[in-house]
């Protein structure tokens, strides 16, 4: 048996930062079957383009699907337009947020929108609530200060 440490219990060999390999791979060097698959696909993207298009003028929808998401990507979201009460102190939030659902039962906007719009909400609630905090400290500061 050797007195060589193993498994767990084993040294670190090398110093922090420093590779076992010392001459390693050179820095922004590619890995050669990326570099070969690129070359190929280089090569025939011309000739495979022209055969994607053909097909889908010749009826391939998924083929005019693969075209089209790439020249018309699908829209990540769309405007939202809601007549919600003014929100001007953090009380307020409740009111809107019932608006908000009420939009989502009645099919005015999805599930999904109405999430986005409750975090816009929150957000504009934290706001509110900062500023609100902000100047009852400055009236307690002003206030110690004049006694």
Not at 66 to 72: A, D, E, P
Not at 107 to 133: K, M, N, S, W, Y
Request: hydrophobic share 45%; proline share 4%.
């Amino acid at each position: 048996m050797s007195d060589e440490p193993t498994g767990r219990k084993q040294g670190h060999r090398w110093a922090k930062g420093e590779s076992g390999n010392r001459s390693g791979r050179a820095k922004g060097s590619r890995n050669r079957v990326l570099v070969a698959l690129d070359k190929i696909g280089g090569d025939a993207a011309e000739a495979v383009l022209t055969a994607t298009v053909a097909a889908a003028k010749g009826g391939d929808l998924g083929a005019a699907s693969l075209i089209l998401s790439r020249v018309w990507p699908a829209r990540k979201g769309r405007p939202v337009v809601l007549d919600l009460p003014a929100m001007t102190s953090a009380a307020d939030l409740p009111a809107v947020l019932g608006a908000v659902a009420q939009a989502v039962a009645a099919g005015e906007i999805t599930p999904d929108e109405g999430q986005a719009v409750a975090a816009v909400l929150e957000t504009q609630r934290r706001a509110i609530q900062a500023t609100e905090i902000e100047a009852r400290l400055t009236a307690l500061e002003q206030k110690a200060i004049g006694q």
